[in-house]
């Protein structure tokens, strides 16, 4: 092109190519919040985006968000049932289960002094571990409405259910996580 402008799908691509990057951290510490294992969070997140890449780059990029988050979504159960089918089998061959250390990531802004740091890491794993104890629904809702900023709508979209169950699992995760955080206030 002659006046110097990208052609469409180049500028497309890079508006893709922007949205992985800025939604590649928190897509990886979702994962590892509900898959409690490094690896399989990567894997989780390296296959949804291949899949958005794939499969919905020529879709408005309006629409990437929610369909981000519902790829990873389905990635994550995957794992989750692959994992329990393994350790049924695992269990019956009579060897030992793997050991879940929790969440291997640190907070991604530790301020100057080790106090700070340290207080930092602490509320982050009591977060990670409140978290983890919420119902899959309700972390997922609390994670893609709170932490994500997603709408009612486009979390309905991603989790596969209405507009009203959202925010009845949003508030009922708010509540539970209010009360095993209190310490925290």
């Known amino acids: ?23 590649e951290r928190r897509a990886f510490r979702h994962a590892e919040i509900a898959l409690r294992h490094r690896d399989d969070a990567l894997d989780a997140v390296q296959d949804a985006m ?8 020529d879709r ?14 389905s990635r994550i159960t995957d794992i989750q049932r692959r994992r329990k089918v393994r350790s049924v089998l695992v269990g019956w061959m009579g060897s030992g289960a793997e050991q879940d250390d929790g969440p291997a990531w640190e907070p991604v802004d530790p301020t100057p002094g080790p106090a700070t740091i340290h207080s930092d890491r602490e509320s982050y794993k009591a977060l990670a571990t409140a978290l983890q ?39 009922r995760a708010m509540d539970a996580l209010r009360k095993q955080l209190e310490d925290w206030r």
């Open 1 to 23: 092109m002659m006046d110097g402008s990208i052609p469409t799908s180049t500028a497309h691509a890079q508006t893709l190519q922007a949205f992985l990057a800025e939604v």
């Open 50 to 57: 291949l899949k958005l890449v794939q499969r919905y780059a």
């Open 60 to 73: 408005p990029a309006l629409e990437w968000t929610p369909l981000f988050w519902r790829v990873l979504r």
């Open 133 to 171: 104890a919420l119902p899959r629904r309700q972390r997922e809702a609390y994670q893609w409405r709170v932490l994500e900023g997603l709408d009612v709508a486009d979390t309905a979209r991603v989790m596969g259910c209405s507009e009203g169950s959202v925010k009845t699992h949003t508030s």
